[in-house]
């Protein structure tokens, strides 16, 4: 059996095998992931492979251990997609690291500065594979299913945009009805990981998979944006760039998504600064502030309620200034789904570290 790299030629995305954490062949000479699926499931067994819970709806989540002492832990979650996520019937939730270095004010996560490595391609592609396992022996999934994957982390200014674009680039040999990956990427441009993000989503699309890319701003404002993230964000500017790049290269979407905070960023003079700034071949998408429970405390600013309606109001002013402007834009604002902001970025942990959780805990498995 010939060894495949798995990177397509980007060596450096392989840090696991060069630590000698996997030490077979990456891929079957059919190239299929048998050889990594195989090693996984001898090295973790199922004491590393815990269920933390499911809903009736067939939504589960896994926590997987890859060490032993779990520092390196990560959690993968399966949920019905909502019905106006472009035809999914369902989302996988995936990391690209273990942990993250950041506090930011609208990540509920609760663990700053928890970031502990980058997951390679094969931890990544083997996460994917589980979840999908352990949610067809629980209710079974119909085999015309359609899933995106959600790639969480790859957004962060350190995120290991090798690791990420390689498992992109092979994501549809972890199941044939994987048809699409959102990703985030903004916060990636400080790394340079963009071209290898770009390279990655064009292959894929050849191969059936649509790569579509999120550049999260939330506020226009300097001072405002120095306030919600507690790290050297990328400048705007260079986020806009990076957001048309991507769009005109891959002929994919591009998200510029805005979380709506009553009081704070969704004022006339708010739309009016969007109108300006969102390239016209991207997508604007205005989402609901993720609601948060007494586990957390978020900053002051933050602690207001977010309703529907809320986000319908500021629609229609940004739709008024997007109009005065001549911007051509399409504006979506997404409706919410339980499940998916139970496992959405800086949500996915809590559940489990704090024994919480929307879903219920499967009898026999205890929190982590």
């Not at 890859?66 to 369902?90: C, K, Q």
């Not at 990981?193 to 300097?222: C, R, W, Y």
């Not at 700034?277 to 609901?288: A, G, M």
Request: proline fraction near 5%; charged fraction near 20%.
């Amino acid at each position: 059996m010939s060894v495949v790299d798995f990177s397509s030629g980007a060596d450096a995305a392989l840090p696991s095998i060069r630590n000698g954490f996997y030490q077979g062949p990456i891929l079957a000479s059919d190239g299929s992931l048998e050889p990594i699926i195989t090693y996984f499931d001898k090295l973790l067994g199922q004491d590393r492979v815990r269920a933390i819970g499911s809903a009736d709806d067939g939504s589960l989540k896994l926590a997987i251990d890859f060490n032993l002492d779990r520092e390196l832990t990560t959690e993968v979650a399966f949920i019905r997609t909502p019905d106006d996520w472009g035809g999914y019937d369902h989302h996988i939730i995936a990391s690209t690291q273990y942990g993250c270095p950041h506090t930011c004010g609208m990540c509920v996560d609760g663990l700053p500065n928890s970031f502990k490595a980058h997951m390679s391609p094969e931890q990544m592609a083997y996460a994917a594979y589980r979840v999908l396992q352990e949610a067809e022996k629980i209710r079974g999934i119909d085999p015309t299913a359609k899933f995106i994957i959600m790639q969480l982390g790859s957004g962060d200014p350190g995120a290991n945009g090798m690791n990420a674009g390689a498992f992109i680039r092979n994501v549809h040999k972890v199941d044939q009805r994987i048809k699409g990956v959102y990703t985030s990427t903004a916060g990636a441009l400080g790394k340079n990981n963009m071209p290898h993000i770009v390279a990655a989503a064009i292959e894929a699309k050849s191969k059936g998979v649509i790569v579509e890319a999120q550049f999260s701003v939330h506020t226009l404002d300097p001072e405002k944006r120095h306030q919600l993230i507690s790290l050297p964000a990328t400048p705007l500017d260079k986020i806009r760039e990076a957001a048309w790049s991507y769009a005109a290269k891959t002929r994919n979407n591009a998200y510029i998504n805005y979380m709506v905070v009553p009081g704070w960023n969704n004022s006339l003079e708010d739309a009016r600064a969007l109108a300006k700034y969102v390239p016209e071949n991207c997508i604007l998408k205005l989402v609901r502030l993720n609601p948060t429970d007494d586990l957390f405390q978020l900053p002051q600013f933050l602690q207001v309620e977010c309703t529907d309606k809320d986000v319908g109001r500021f629609s229609d002013l940004v739709m008024t200034a997007f109009m005065a402007a001549q911007n051509h834009s399409l504006i979506i604002t997404p409706k919410d789904n339980a499940a998916l902001v139970e496992a959405a970025c800086g949500t996915v942990g809590r559940g489990a570290l704090k024994g919480r959780s929307q879903l219920q805990l499967i009898k026999g498995f205890e929190p982590n």
